[in-house]
C-alpha cells in the first residue's frame, strides 16, 4: 500500500511522459541484474564510467539482451577505482556521453524489477542522472542479494555473523568465478547468485 502511494505522486511528478512504461505492472518472471563501475564511490561527486546489465526470465539469463556501455566520466578517475575495475582514461575515449545511456538503460530495464549486489550504490549512481532528467528517482521494484543471502543463511546460523561479502557468497553457493572484475561479468555472476537463492524451498521473493 505504501509502495502504491509514492508510485502515484511519483508518476505525478514525471516530467515525460514516454517513460510511463516505467510504472507498468511488473511481471513477476523477469528481472534486469545490472552493475555499475564509477570514477570512485561517492555518488553525489563521482561519476559512471561503465553500466552492465543482463535480463533474468524464468530462471535463465538471456545473455544474448545484454546491456554492455562505456560512459566519458566529467570527473577524474580515481586510482583506487582503477585498482578495482581496471578501466583506464584511455579506455574511455570512444566512450558515450552519460544522457544517451541512460535513456538506453531506461528503456532496456522497462518496468522489471532491479536486482543487484549492495544495489542501493548503483541505484544512486543511475539516479543521479535519472532524477534531473525525468523529475523523479527510478520507480523500479529492488532486490538486494546479500540481503536474500542473509535471510537464507540465518535460518542456518540463527544470530550468527554472516559474512555479506560477494566472493564469500559466490563460494558458499559454488558459483563460479567469471574471473574479470567488469560491469558485464559482476551482473552475470550476480544473477547466478539470485537464481541459485531464488530456487532454495525457503527463500520467499517478494
Known sequence: MFRNIIQYFNKKNLKDTK???LFDKTSNDEYVCFDCETTGLDPKKDDIVSIGAVIIKNNTIIASKRFV???KPKTKLQADAIKIHHIRVCDLEDAEDINVVV?????FIGNRTLVGYFLEFDIAMINKYVKPKLGITLPNKTLEVSAIYHDYKIEKIPQGHIDLRFNTIMRELQIPNLGKHDAYNDAIMTS??????KNQ???KIN
Open 69 to 71: 556501455k562505456f560512459v
Open 192 to 197: 547466478m547468485i539470485f537464481i541459485k537463492l
Open 19 to 21: 517513460y510511463e512504461f
Open 103 to 107: 535513456e538506453e538503460f531506461l528503456n
Open 201 to 203: 524451498p525457503k527463500v
